[in-house]
């Protein structure tokens, strides 16, 4: 069967996308590997999306996204995306269980958390070292944790930590926060947040769980071991230090900068039919709105696009 758009992952983007394609009648496949909804689903409260119910979690508004893009009729399946021809006309999508055709492709596939790169940091990923805060606070509870980074992620998750954990260490490698001033503000005045300024995570070491942490201060080259409290016997490290664009597949297809695709506001990259949106685009601001907005201009540029095939 030949689609009219394939949307290739199932964030605020790519759901985006597909309520508007569906909703303007064309033939829509939204394929995606994992469980739907992407980085946001780890949100506890999301503040500042427009229109939700103060509590909402990022769980909540893509179920309802999800509702909203099967009542207009989109098909949507779990399977993973394998290979992609992208030039030809159609394009061809190859997953582990089949291959799809379609006149045009919106890309969505977001971004994955990326690691500090430190000794040891794969053995112990599940096993003391957590990417996602709503997951994994609460194996916490009153325990010390450690956050790593300081953007907006790694400071909002903090906060939300300090409603389990006893204590909340964020771990920076500068001296100044790169998050907004009116979250870092929250940060410096909740009383179970305090700060280890000029530090990196050198190396990670235990058995079966993380044991230790070594901070190396990167001012004075000097290095802290990091070991639980004795009454605790574990500690919590989540780490916040940004995120690596998912475009493994695309490469070679359509122009990349540092991983992301190349497209400004219209979403259209450099190959015909073939738009791309939400945090695997280059862009500045990388939010739900950001991603949901692209989402909608990728489906209409895909429709115009079709109408004048
Ligand atoms: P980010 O803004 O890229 O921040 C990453 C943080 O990790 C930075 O503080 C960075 O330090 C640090 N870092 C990077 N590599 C590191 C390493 N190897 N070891 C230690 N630290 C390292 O990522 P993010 O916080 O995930 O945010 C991603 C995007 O989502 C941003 O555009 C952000 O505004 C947005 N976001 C918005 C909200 C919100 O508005 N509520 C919430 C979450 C995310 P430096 O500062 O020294 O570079």
Redesign the pocket.
């Known amino acids: 069967m030949l689609y009219d758009t394939i949307i290739i992952g199932s964030g605020p983007a790519g759901l985006a996308a597909g309520l508007y394609a569906a909703r303007g009648k064309l033939k829509t496949l939204i394929l995606e590997k994992e469980m739907d909804g992407g980085q946001i689903v780890g949100t506890a409260e999301v503040e ?1 999306y427009p229109g939700t119910k103060a509590g909402s979690s990022g769980l909540d508004i893509i179920n309802t996204m999800v509702e909203q893009v099967k009542h207009f009729g989109a098909e949507k399946k779990q399977e993973g995306v394998i290979e992609v021809d992208l030039k030809s006309q159609p394009k061809k999508v190859k997953t582990e269980e089949g291959e799809y055709e379609a006149k045009t492709v919106i890309i969505a596939t977001g971004a994955l958390p ?1 690691n ?2 430190a000794v040891n940091e794969d053995k112990f990923i599940g096993r003391g070292i957590s990417f996602c805060a709503t997951c994994d606070a609460a194996f916490y509870e009153d325990l010390h944790v450690y956050v ?7 400071v ?1 998750e903090a906060i939300y930590l300090t409603k389990y954990a006893r204590k909340v260490t964020i771990v ?3 001296d100044e926060l ?1 998050a ?1 001033k009116s979250i870092q503000e929250k940060a410096f005045n909740n009383p179970k947040i305090d700060f280890i300024w000029d530090s ?1 995570v050198k190396e990670f070491v235990g058995d079966m769980m993380v044991e230790k942490m070594i901070l190396t201060n990167l001012k004075t080259g000097e290095d802290t071991e990091i070991v639980p409290n004795e009454d605790d016997g574990i500690f919590g490290v989540f780490e ?4 690596s664009p998912n475009t493994k597949i695309f490469e070679g297809q359509v122009a990349m900068e540092k991983g992301y695709i190349v497209a400004g506001e219209d979403t259209k990259t450099d190959v015909d039919g073939v738009f791309v949106a939400g945090d695997v685009r280059t862009k500045d ?3 739900v709105v950001t991603a949901v907005s692209d989402g909608a201009v990728a489906a209409l540029k895909a429709e115009k696009y079709i109408d004048e095939l």
């Open positions: 500042n990326r500090t790169g790593i980074g300081g953007g907006d992620s790694a909002e920076h490698r500068r790169r907004a990196q916040f230090v940004g995120y601001v990388r939010q």
